[in-house]
């Protein structure tokens, strides 16, 4: 049930989006808006990731139930693409992106695992931006990253 009730505010969000981006036909957009559509929805997507759906969306016109609009997508299109994201195998997924910065099994990711991970990763990124990485994704005054929240963040930056 909660899944349910989810997936209704989810909806809700994706038709007010269609609606601030094509006002004559709300149900519809250009697959050129994409992007935009998805940060009104709170994701920060990649270039990567808005191409990816694109060539899903173009893929729908050989369904017997397409639109019939070439270059647009509507609500459903969108909403089966953002569902193939929320399904267990990504959570599973989620789980074991965040182990990897969790290794010790604490529950949490801190400077210091941050600091691994990017040293082993070639990045030379200093305390203050680890930091700052640290705030973000936690908030003032945590100074430690729970598995929530390095899924909100990896859900709203599209790398998962």
């Known amino acids: 049930m909660a899944s349910s009730s989810r997936r209704r505010v989810i909806r ?4 007010a989006a269609f609606r601030a981006c094509n006002e004559d036909e709300p149900e519809y957009i ?3 808006q994409l992007k935009l559509v998805m940060r009104a929805l709170g994701f920060e997507p ?10 899903k969306v173009k893929g729908f016109a050989n369904r017997s139930s397409w639109h019939g609009r070439k270059g647009m997508m509507d609500v459903d299109e969108l909403m089966e693409c953002i569902g193939e994201r929320n399904n267990d195998k990504s959570d599973e997924e989620m789980k ?13 990711i801190s400077l210091e695992n941050l600091r691994t991970v990017s040293r082993e990763l070639g990045e030379k990124l200093g305390d203050d931006d680890l930091m700052e990485m640290l705030k ?7 100074g430690r990253v729970t598995q929530e929240h390095f ?10």
Not at 12 to 15: F, I, P
Not at 136 to 142: K, N, P, S, V
Not at 151 to 157: G, S, Y
């Open 30 to 32: 250009k697959i050129g």
């Open 96 to 108: 074991c992106a965040f182990r990897l910065f969790d290794r010790e099994d604490k529950g949490w």
């Open 151 to 160: 899924a909100t963040v990896m859900k709203k930056t599209c790398l998962y």
């Open 136 to 142: 973000e994704a936690a908030g003032e005054g945590e």
């Open 46 to 55: 990649r270039n990567a990731e808005i191409e990816k759906i694109s060539e």
């Open 12 to 15: 809700s969000d994706v038709e």
